[in-house]
């Protein structure tokens, strides 16, 4: 058993294929139309035969609410690892994305925690060696 998919919800999923790939560098993978939606993922240029990350739609009234309350709660969605918590803070915050947490030193990693711009918030990781 492997991981290939793991999922984020989103509320605009052109929105989001945009903001992932030209403001988090992510690269289209796979966009094929589904219905009224797409099939849409991205993936890591350093890592192209790795995970996806689909870009799923929230429209379903669960989907949404999870979005939306862990959203209020201030939780992550899901986390990218990254060489430099600060160094990727500032080229982030340098191309306009929001941040609700500034780098913290939280023991064993630095964390960050960005808004996605499509209902989630994001958090990035740099761990301690």
Do not use: C
Not at 26 to 37: I, P, R, T
Not at 101 to 122: H, K, Q, R
């Amino acid at each position: 058993m492997r991981i290939e998919i793991a999922s984020v919800f989103v509320d605009d999923q052109a929105k989001a294929l945009d903001f992932y790939t030209s403001k988090l560098g992510f690269e289209k993978k796979h966009d094929v139309e589904a219905g009224d939606y797409r099939w849409l993922t991205v993936i890591s240029p350093e890592n192209p035969d790795g995970v996806q990350l689909l870009l799923e739609p929230n429209q379903h009234p669960a989907a949404s609410s999870y979005q939306a309350g862990i959203k209020q709660d201030g939780i992550p969605a899901t986390q990218f690892y990254v060489d430099d918590v600060q160094a990727e803070y500032e080229r982030l915050r340098d191309l306009g994305v929001e941040f609700t947490l500034e780098p913290m030193d939280v023991g064993p990693s630095i964390i960050a925690i960005l808004d996605d711009t499509v209902g989630n918030l994001i958090q990035i990781v740099t761990l301690k060696s």
